[in-house]
Structure formats: structure tokens, C-alpha cells
């Protein structure tokens, strides 16, 4: 399946006359326009090769047909969004849920459609079929060296993986915590799980970087071992200059500012990057922005004050990817949805008046503070992502395209109606 351009470009005939209406009235007001939609055209967010099908709770899995049943048609799947959003030019993998067993042929698979492969992802979260020894107590914090040892190579293979695939950082999330008070001995597990990652670090090639994410809860519902971002911190600090934070937006306490937690690790230039999604409660791994928009703009408003004042590249320097997991949308339409709110909340933080901001604040203006970070985001920048896109050949309205070209009809046919996607 692939998205023939001239049925994109078709799609948009039918938008054209709408769109250059609404682009006009916003554009009129943009100081700094064509950098806006430059900054945005660049803008890419990896798609992680575990949203593409639809997920499960405890109580059951929906399958909504189509779904890809192999590495290869994950990245058709990504190839088609790519080709409608021209904004999601990379996959991220997580090992052993998708195997490159020809890493050759997988890489140039993916350039047919555009496509690089970003961060690596290991799993020590699960015990895999002929696996000897057994991670229920944990992995990289284990009491006992040997499934330490074991966890260790797991992330070493990844690594290697990812090097033949082009890709150079190792994302790396454990689920090692404990549920019961007593269960642990906190001081131990930190300092296995430091041990554990510089024998990871010291196998990373000369460019590469590895992720510490972090989460309060879940699978353990007592202590995690990396559970906020301090702890993550201290790890990457110790571990030195290759290895960062990664901030995964479902994996905060309910309210906490993220947006502050940002500011710093890019202060410290210790930001990896992020797990995008969006959450009521917890980890929800909802469509991004689905939830609480505004708080996405007010992390991207800091982000771009940081990265600038850093000097920072903002479409390269730092891992923008997503992490979600779907029981009851098209999980395609779901990542068009989710990539969508990224950039509108790019480009919400990009129309910020920041001389006007920084003169409020020097002057303890709140009230105009206020004012100028609510206009950036009461103001409506969708026809400005629109225009990025169309200029890149994408769809004016991706997720209307989708629908009307039948992709998913056409997947179905192709893949038939009961498939499961591999992974998860
Ligand atoms: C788990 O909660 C994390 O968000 C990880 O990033 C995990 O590896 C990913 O969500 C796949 O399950
Ligand atoms: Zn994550
Ligand atoms: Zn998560």
C-alpha cells in the first residue's frame, strides 16, 4: 500500500480555496513567517513501531483489521503517514518486538518511503520465549549479577541491532521497582542499576547515546527504581556526556510541572528527548494533546526559549518521538491526530512574543506576561502547519485524506480483516 502523491495533491484541490483563506488571516500577523513555516517544515516526530497496532488492556484487544503483521508492513504503515503529514520521517524499534533480522534489506525498505530509523528501545520488562533467566524481580537493578549480566547483553544486542539499521541512541525503560515496602533496598537497586548502565555505556559507539526514561508507577506500584526525573538525572550525570533524560509526558505524578522539569534538564543539557502522548491519570498513553493542550504548548514554549538560548537545532538536537498504544481508534489515524498536535504546539511556542515576554518578566509584569503566552495559543496556527505540509507535497487535512483514499479499506483487503500486529 502507498499513497500516490497525485491523490494527495487531488485531496487538496478540493481544500485550496478554504485553506488559503484561513492561512491569509493568520499569516498577516506572523513577524517572523517564513522561519515559522521553515522550523516547521523541518519538524519531524519518529513514530515508535509499537503504536502502529491496536493495543490491549488486561480485559481484551479489539483488533480493527489491517493491522501490519511484520516489521515490513509497520513501515508501509509509517510510509503512509509520512506521506500525508511529511512529518514523521523516522521509526523507532524496540527489540525483540521487532527484530531486523536483514537490517540491510529493513533499511532500504524504509528509505524507499523516506523513512530512518531513530532510537532503539530494549526490553527487559518481559521474559521472552528460551530466555534462561527471568526478570519478575527486575533487570538492570536485579539482586542477583547473573540476570543483571543477562539484561546487560540484551542491551548491547540492541545496540547493535540499531548500528546496522543507522540509528544512535539506545532508549532503554525498566520496569524494575518493587511492590511492597521491604520488598527492596533502595540504595542497592540504584547502584545496581548505575552498574548495569555503565556497562552499557561503555558499549556504545563513539556517536551514540543512550536514554534513561524515567516513571513514577506501574508496573510496580511500590517504588520504581528510576522514578522521577532526579533519579534519572543523577544516572545520566554519572554515567556522563553520552547519556541523557528522556521525559515521557505519561510519566508524571497527576499535575506536576513539566514544563519546569524541561526548562532544567535543557539548562543542564541533559534532555534526551521525549515520549510524547497525553494522560488524565497516569500513564494513559493517550493521543497527544487529546487531553491537556495547553500544557503541551507551555513545554514547547520552554523548549523554545531553551533550545535557542542553547543554540540547539530544534528538529535534530534533540529525540522527538511518540509513545502511545491504542484500544479503539485506527491506530493511523491516531498518530496523524498525535503528530498534528505536536506541531501546532510548535508552532504555537514559535509565534511567541519573546522580547515582549522577557521585558514582562524583567518588569514583574505578570498580568502582560500572561497575556503574551495565552495570545501564542489562543491563536489559530493551524493553517500555518497546513501550509508547511502542503509546500512538502503532504496533505492539507491528513487525517480526511486518509479516510477518503480508503487506506484502511485497502490495507484490510490486502492484509485481511483479523490480523494482529506483532509486538505488545
Ligand atoms: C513504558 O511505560 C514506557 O513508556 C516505555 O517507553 C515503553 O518501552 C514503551 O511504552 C513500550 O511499551
Ligand atoms: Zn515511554
Ligand atoms: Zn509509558
Known amino acids: 500500500m502507498k499513497v500516490e502523491q497525485f491523490k494527495i495533491d487531488e485531496s487538496n484541490h478540493q481544500h485550496k480555496n478554504e485553506h488559503q483563506r484561513k492561512f491569509d488571516y493568520v499569516a498577516a500577523d506572523v513577524a517572523n513567517l517564513d522561519e515559522v513555516l521553515q522550523k516547521l517544515a523541518a519538524f519531524n516526530i519518529t513514530i515508535p513501531s509499537w503504536a502502529l497496532g491496536t493495543g490491549g488492556t488486561r480485559f481484551g484487544r479489539f483488533s480493527g483489521g489491517g493491522e501490519p503483521r511484520s516489521l515490513e508492513e509497520k513501515i508501509e504503515d509509517v510510509g503512509v503517514i509520512h506521506a500525508l503529514n511529511r512529518s514523521s520521517d523516522s521509526v523507532s524499534l524496540h527489540i525483540p518486538w521487532d527484530i531486523p533480522e536483514n537490517a540491510a534489506s529493513i533499511k532500504a525498505l524504509a528509505a524507499q518511503v523516506g523513512l530512518r530509523f531513530d532510537a532503539v528501545n530494549s526490553n527487559t520488562f518481559q521474559d521472552q520465549k528460551d530466555q534462561q533467566l527471568s526478570y519478575k524481580f527486575g533487570s538492570l537493578h536485579h539482586v542477583d549479577k547473573a540476570v543483571r549480566k543477562q539484561a546487560v547483553e540484551h542491551n548491547i544486542q540492541v545496540i547493535k541491532y540499531g ?11 525498566l520496569s524494575d521497582g518493587s511492590n511492597f515496602p521491604g520488598q527492596l533496598n533502595f540504595r542497592k537497586a540504584f547502584q545496581n542499576t548505575l552498574e548495569s548502565l555503565k556497562e552499557i555505556y561503555e558499549a556504545l559507539p563513539d556517536d551514540w547515546k543512550v536514554w534513561v526514561e524515567y516513571k513514577p508507577y506501574e508496573p510496580n506500584f511500590y517504588s520504581t527504581t528510576i522514578g522521577d526525573w532526579g533519579q534519572s538525572l543523577l544516572l545520566a550525570n554519572k554515567l556522563g556526556a553520552k547519556a541523557s533524560t528522556l521525559v515521557d509526558l505519561g510519566h508524571h505524578l497527576p499535575n506536576t510541572n513539566i514544563e519546569q522539569i524541561v526548562a532544567l534538564l535543557l539548562m543542564e543539557g541533559k534532555l534526551a528527548g521525549f515520549h510524547f502522548n497525553d494522560s488524565k491519570y497516569g500513564d494513559d498513553d493517550l493521543t497527544v494533546g487529546s487531553i491537556n493542550p495547553y500544557q ?43 503528530v498534528e498536535a505536536i506541531k501546532i504546539a510548535y508552532a504555537q511556542a514559535l509565534i511567541v512574543d519573546r522580547a515582549a515576554l522577557l521585558e514582562a518578566q524583567n518588569n514583574n509584569d505578570v498580568v502582560r506576561a500572561q497575556e503574551i503566552i495565552q495570545e501564542a495559543y489562543r491563536t489559530d496556527v493551524r493553517p500555518l502547519v497546513a501550509e508547511a505540509r502542503l509546500r512538502q507535497g503532504g496533505a492539507l487535512k491528513p487525517v480526511e485524506a486518509y479516510r477518503q483514499l480508503a487506506v484502511r479499506e485497502e490495507l484490510i483487503k490486502e492484509r485481511g480483516s483479523k490480523t494482529v500486529a506483532t509486538g505488545l
Open 163 to 173: 548500528v546496522e539499521l543507522g540509528s544512535n541512541a539506545l532508549s532503554v525503560w
Open 296 to 338: 503541551l504548548y507551555l513545554i514547547f514554549n520552554e523548549l523554545v526559549e531553551g533550545m535557542d538560548a542553547r543554540g540547539m537545532n530544534h528538529a535534530k538536537d534533540l529525540g522527538w518521538m511518540i509513545d502511545a498504544s491504542h484500544n479503539v481508534k485506527d491506530p493511523v489515524e491516531d498518530l496523524l491526530q498525535s
